[in-house]
Each structure stands twice: as structure tokens, then as C-alpha cells.
């Protein structure tokens, strides 16, 4: 899961342009979190589900696996929502700690499960066929701070080398039994965490190194790839969120008749 | 004096902070089109040296010349030095330093400023030269050693710069790749590239190099040809190397010591078998 990220290398819609995906993802995010209804919730979620399976091409069991993330943290607070105090028109009584869920409440949280769902699957649709690269490189258009998105292209990078520095470590400490009682383990452990901190110090350093080899001048300056926009990507934007922002107008119609 | 050195280092000295290590006394010329090849143990201090010809380590005693005017280390020197001398780095992984590969290869030639449309060719050519076109939306973090090797000699064959130093090119490289990179210092030599290597790979500084440095704790041991170096006995077994294969065969072949008939490579070596048979 930690390589999460290689995904939007493989997808189908990699050369698609980056703001087109972007643009649909973040306009639709914003579009559903307004929505009221169960039913408008859902279909965002099933629609953009068959396009990340379908025209994406991700592999079902991969979004799967993807979407099992929210949901540990989802359906555990969805089924308390569920819960309140007794009331007259309750579905499941617990009468011995004065909870209950109403049939309204339940509906409460089923809709809430589903707008998250709705959200959560148009943020995937970005994160799985945009690479971090690409969606920085967005937010340098969008004129944010140069330092912020620098430091977030090099976290991007030390993430990784860390990971590996701890990942190593962790093997060579396990083959030599250092795992093997719990003292040691504690020893073990301490001992990772400390030159974890003094390699990425000395690695800093050296990284330091390597740019200044190449001229560097305290920014960072890459060559950006070009996409093409797409008039039928647009058009399909386009239309989605219409229908989109229709759908919230009659669902919030319907509620106020 | 001879004018056309690239670089010269001047009697120069350097300690790291934690003075456990130093170098001592190093002078030593780089003209245009030499293939130097740096020999010495592992800790003998080859990296030290490579960093301190780009200006990245400053001495704390001697000069370095840059085309026969002395580097006073200002920025804009050690722009100009580094825009002439290029650095791949012994570790690929404190080299690269973003998450994607195209973005990786075109940071240098960005900092040079030049027109995007010249980057752009610089990039794809360099990917093209080192056959890894296809590996340039991949992000960093899902190649191979070797490929992530590949990508730092890209990075740093876009800066096209007159000196290309190696550190350790071929370590931990298996044979294709070996051949690979091989390929690439012929490439760059046929370039009319300087070129300065660090290596343990005896047969192979025996017949590339058009000069071999000799360094041990520090200090430079002895500078010279191929052949002086190889056919100085002494010095080898003073430095713990051993004699390029080559030069053994035809040693025993011989029985003599006629340094200027040596082979430079197995081509040549077959040939004199051949004479002798
Ligand atoms: N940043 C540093 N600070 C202090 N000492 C260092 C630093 N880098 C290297 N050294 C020390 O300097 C000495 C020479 O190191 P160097 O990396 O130059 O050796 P090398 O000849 O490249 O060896 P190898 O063949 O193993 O790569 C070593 O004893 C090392 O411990
Ligand atoms: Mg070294």
C-alpha cells in the first residue's frame, strides 16, 4: 500500500492532461459535498467508481483495496452516529445503555457513509491516475508558495529513502536476532530510531552535495512535460458536473416540498 | 608550464571537521582530453578528492586552478567551475533527489538557464544515449539500482559539461550493465569529454586510462602512464593492487620488460600470441 503511488504510472489515463483531472476531481469534490441526498451521494460514488475501474483502468481488486482505508475509520463512526437515546419509533433497541437506533438516525448515517464514499472515490480518481509530481506542479500554477510545494516534492523523495534506510536496518536487526526478546526489541528499536535520525541528517548533507554539484542557485527548476488538452475530456467534465449540479438543485428541491 | 591544464590542484591540503581524515599535499593537472584513473583502497580518500575538483569541498591550504586562474571560491567561480566540471556521485541514491525521473535529469540543465527547448533535447537525448527513454515517467522510488545509476549518468551527461568524474561507476553493477556504462566512457571520450574515474577494476583502468593516479591515506603515491604504474612492482604491492591480467600474460609471455610493446588491450594481447605461435 505504501507504494500506492506507482498506480497513476500505469493507468490509462496517464496522459491525460494533469489539470483536466484535477479540475474534475477537486470541481466534483466541492459539487458533492453540498449534496443532501442518499441517492445523489450514491451515484456519485458508483459513477466514479466504473471510471476509475473502467476508464482508468485501475485493477478493481486495487481500488478495493484503496477504498478499505476510509472505510476502517468510515463505518466505525457511521455505526456510532447510528446510535442516540431511546426514543419512541427506534429500529434496534440497547436498552441497558439507554441507546437506540431510529430509523432516522440510521438514514443519517447511511447517508453520511455514502457522501464520504462519493468524496473519498473522486479524490482517488486523482491520487490514482495523477502521480504527487504532476499535482505539485498543479499547485505551482495555482500560484501557492514555492517553499511549501519544494518541500513537498522533496518529502515526496525522503519518504522513500527513509523508508529504506528503516526497512534495512530493521531486516539486518531482525537477522541477527535482534527482535528475538522483548529487552532486545526495545533495544533494537531504539537503536533504529536513533540512526534513522543521524542517516537523514548525514543523507541531507549528501543530497546538498549533489545539487550543488549541478548548479544549484536555491531553486528548483524542472522541465515540465507537455500535455494537450482534450475538447472531449472537457466536454465530459463539463457535463458530469452539470448533471452533477442538477441533481443537488432537485434533490434540494424535492427535500423542501 | 604547460597552459592547456583544465584544472590544476596546487600543493593542496584538506581535513574533514572532525579532522580524522586528511589529504595531504595533492597536486595534480587534468588537461582536455585525458581519461585519469584514480586507484587506491577503499577509505584512501578517491571521493574526497573527486569533491573537492567541483569545488564542493573547499582546501584549507593550496589553490586550485581553473583554466590557470586561481578559485577564490566565490559563487559565481564555482558556477562557471561546475558548469565545466560534472559530478556522478558514488551513491545513486544521495544523488537523486526528486521523485521522478525526467524531473531528476532536467534540474541541471535548468540551473544553467538556457532556453526550454534546449533542456528539452538535452533531456531526451541523454535519456535516449543511456537507453532509458522509457524509464522517464517512472517514479524514482520503483527503479532498480542499476536504473537508478543510469538516471544519475543521465542527469549529469545533460549537463554537457567539459569534465565528466566518476566515482565507482561500475560498482555493484552486473555485467550488462558493466558493458553499459562501458560503453558510456568510450562514448564520452570519442566526445573529446575529459574524463576522471575512481575504480577497482584493475583490467579496466589499465586500458582506459591515459593516466593513473595513485593515492593511499591521503596522499597522492605516484602519477603516470599505464605502463609506468603497472610496471613498477614496488609501488603495486606498496598500494595492494594487483597487475591487470593482461600484463601478467604477456609478462610471462616475454620474460623481459619491454614497457613500450605492452598490450593496452586483449586485442592486442591475442595478436602477439598469435606472433609467437
Ligand atoms: N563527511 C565526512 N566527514 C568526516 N570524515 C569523512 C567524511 N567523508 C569521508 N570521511 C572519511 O574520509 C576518509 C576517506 O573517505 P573517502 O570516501 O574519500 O574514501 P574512498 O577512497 O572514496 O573510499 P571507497 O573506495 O570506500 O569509496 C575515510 O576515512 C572516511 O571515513
Ligand atoms: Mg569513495
Redesign the interface.
Known sequence: MIYFDKYSYFTKLKNTHPAEKFVFSVGSIIIASFSKSIVLSFCVFFTVSLLIVFFAKIKLTVYLKSLSVPLYFLVPSCIVLAFSSIKEHSIIMLPFLNLAISHKSLINSIFLLFKSLSIVSLLYFLILTTSLTEILNIFTKLKFPKLLIEIASLTYRFIFILLDCANNIYISQNSRCGYGTIKNSFKSLGYLITNLFSISLQKSNLIYNSLESRCYNGEFNFLQKKYLFSLKNILFIVIFDVILILGLIISRLKNIL | MNCNNIIELKNISFQYPDEAFSLENISLQIKKGEKIVILGENGAGKSTLL?LL?G?LKPQHGDLLFYDKKLNFSQKEL?QL??TV??V?Q?P????????V??EV???????SLP?DV??NR?EKSLQTLDILHLK??????LSFGQKKLVCFA??LA?QSEIVIFDEPTASLDQRHIDLVLNFMEYLSTNEKTIVITTHDIDFAYSFATKIVLIKDGKIIKTGSPQEIFFDNDILQKINIKKPLILEIFEKLNKGDIINNAPKNKEELFKIIEELL
Not at chain 2, 541514491?93 to 521522478?100: A, V
Not at chain 2, 532536467?106 to 544553467?112: D, E, K, V, Y
Not at chain 2, 515517467?137 to 520503483?142: I, S, Y
Request: hydrophobic fraction near 45%; proline fraction near 5%.
Open positions: 569533491l567541483n564542493i558556477f561546475r558548469k560534472q559530478l556521485f551513491d541514491e544521495i544523488q537523486i533527489f526528486s521523485g521522478s525526467y524531473e532536467s534540474f541541471g540543465p535548468m540551473n544553467l526550454l533542456v528539452k533531456v515517467d517512472k517514479p524514482v522510488h520503483l542527469s549529469i549537463m
